[in-house]
């Protein structure tokens, strides 16, 4: 009820301005990696990731995306081979089951149809290794995972998930830490250094949501769009990802994301200056690159919005529009980079009138195929 909303319009917002806190509680009290992680069950854990050699993860819709950022993490930090593939694919079609991998599923609820049958598929083909991601502790996915991690990101209501999306990376982010100790890649320095970045988190978190009237100002344009095209690179890609498929959920702005390096071999085609052209630039190693990327844009008249990062030298002008991200945040970035799209979603549908906390034709979880 409207109590519970306190001084927030919706759920939807009320649950992105959670994310410090959500982070927070997911972290507490964490001081070292794996006895922390996994409560009672840390010995299993620890032969579980002596044995493997690889990981699968499996998930749906936003979920998906968190594991397509993890793939980055695990193969870079951890040195792990890593598959990620949506449960609907995996549970139907023949693949080929190593008994050394690590079945990783991901979901807010617990309870999502596909991914519960993907892990039983994994299962039936002999995988033993298995580990959830999940936010409700209770749930069948929980009972049927030999490990499990609880985020602790509390109750979600709107349907499109906000506040669960960043606390799984966050759970996949010491999931990777963990895995990358097991495996002799991680110094206590190293260690100690990933920990202290993760506790600042809350604090940075808070900064980027002090974005907010910038990313209004943007979403007035937005608002009157049929179609939007966001672009991102390497562990960015899956957040522009995400920040498309939550325009859609929310706005019903048909929207798609490329790996900035496809633009040439398709959307380049349908860049006008009716189809706004988001961003997500990290000042990461392929800043250059994704810079040339914008220039084919505005070289054709599109126009860009740019969530640029606070040290990258990319300023406003004629069709650019950049939002500045208070600080660079290394491999955690994607946790900062995906709020204000976030917030660009809520307050496009917002400007759009739609129903933010129950758009059409969406459930919060899917239960049934
Ligand atoms: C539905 C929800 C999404 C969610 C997906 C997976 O489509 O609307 O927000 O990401 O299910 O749900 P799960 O509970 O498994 O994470």
Known sequence: GAAELGPYRHYMQKEIFEQPRAIADTL??????????????????????????????????????????????????????????????????TSVPNPRTLVVTISQSGETADTLAALRHAQSLGHEHTLTICNVATSAM????????????????????????????????????????????LSPEQEAEHLRAMRHLPVALQAVLALEPQVISWAEDFARMENALFLGRGLHYPIALEGALKLKEISYIHAEAYPAGELK????????????????????ALLEKLKSNMQEVRARGGVLYVLADADTHIESAEGLHVIRMPEHYGALSPLLHVVPLQLLAYHTACARGTDVDKPRNLAKSVTVE
């Open 28 to 93: 507490e009290g964490l001081e070292a990696i794996v006895p922390e992680l996994f409560d009672g069950a840390h010995a299993a854990a620890w032969r579980s990731f002596e044995a493997i050699d690889s990981v699968l993860i499996l998930a749906c819709g936003t979920s998906y995306y968190s594991g397509c950022v993890a793939r980055y993490w695990l193969e870079s930090l951890a040195g792990i081979p890593t598959q990620v593939e949506v449960a609907s694919e995996y549970r139907y079609r």
């Open 142 to 185: 929980v009972r049927e995972c030999k490990l499990a991690y609880i985020t602790r990101a509390g109750v979600e209501i709107g349907v499109a998930s906000t506040k669960a999306f960043t606390a799984q990376l966050a759970g996949l982010f010491l999931l990777t830490l963990a895995l990358a100790q097991a495996k002799g890649r």
């Open 265 to 284: 071999h398709g959307p380049l085609a349908l860049v006008t200056s009716s189809m706004p052209v988001v961003t997500v630039a990290p000042n990461d």
